[in-house]
């Protein structure tokens, strides 16, 4: 076995990845699993964390997106030679939020993989790395051998939030309106046209992201288009401007459902008899509990025929040359940019 693996450290916003060396834990503890990274993917909120949009403890190793191959393991059913993602929250399973409230990915003792620091969790604890550190309290799951990495890697951040975004629709459900066509609405797209909605109209700014819309199952709208009148507005656009088009889309009754706002610069110009006198349901969702990632990956496996999800993400490049993958995001060419040790 290696006895040592290879991560990028990031320091801070403004300074490049420092490749360092860290030593595999001689033993893990009951539950861990040691897995070597096949490749990962590059989320928003890295592209946010390394452009100083976002917080994180410095020094770290971002990523949470990811798929690997088992090298050792102490918990019971996973096995070396198994390939496997990840959830990107561990939660200790005990407390309120994980029992009573089934919101595990807010669990009292959080740990969110690719947002902790350094020295926590044998230093192997985000995926820009060549190996990372399963933690007892995150859930694993076997990726289906007919699954690619590039296809499986950002099901256990944007997908499986989308299920989560998505598992409770309106009682009539037949016009969806998505705002923003990055990768979350995307995949709410297939997602919403797999489950037989029969509109599903996605805006944006974006002309090669709209392009991709019709691709997997959506109707495209151009931002000065209005949209028709729907039963369900999802936001993925990650700013608070879209809110009063969803509000005046919605029919009475409606819902809306918040994913993408998770900046403090989203203060609302919103007042309370918009959502009063339509009669209006709001649900924010942040991230997602382990069965919604399992749901993600059975639903790739079953529409990789129907959905061209593939086409998604980037040909992988080097580790090595993360600085000018994170270049490579932030042109907003492809919906993930792939990294691969």
Known sequence: MVERAVVQLF????????????????????????????LATICGSDLHTFTGRRDAPTPCVLGHEAVGVVLSSRRPGVVPGDRITWTLAD???????????????????????????????????????SHIVIRPGTAAFVVPENLSDTVAAPANCALATIINALEQLPKRCDRVLIQG???????????????????????????????????????????????????????????SAVIPQGIKALRPGGHYIWAGMVHPETALQLT???????????????????????????FLLANQERFPFQQLTS???????????????????????????
């Open 315 to 341: 040909p992988p490049m080097p580790l090595g040359q993360l600085d000018a993958a994170f270049k490579r995001a932030a042109q907003q060419k492809w919906q993930r940019v792939a990294v691969q040790p």
């Open 181 to 239: 066509g990055g990768l979350l609405g995307i995949y709410a797209c297939a997602w919403l046209a797999q489950q037989g909605i029969a509109e599903v109209y996605c805006v944006d700014l974006s002309a090669p992201r709209l392009a991709q819309v019709a691709r997997f199952g959506g109707i495209p709208l151009r931002i000065d288009q209005t949209p028709p009148t729907v039963d369900l507005v999802l936001e993925v656009a990650g700013t």
């Open 91 to 129: 939660a200790c399973g005990h407390c309120p939020r994980c029992i009573d409230w089934n919101l595990p990915q807010k669990c009292e003792r959080l740990f969110k993989y690719g947002h902790a620091a350094f020295a926590d969790n044998y230093g192997l604890n985000g995926c820009y790395a």
């Open 11 to 38: 320091r801070g916003s403004g300074q490049p990845f420092q490749l360092e060396h860290v030593d595999l834990p001689n033993e893990l503890e009951v539950g861990e699993i040691l897995v070597q990274i096949s």
């Open 272 to 298: 309370g008899e918009a959502v009063v006198r339509k009669c209006l349901t709001v649900r924010g969702v942040h991230n997602y509990a382990p069965p919604h990632l399992q749901v993600g990956l059975e």
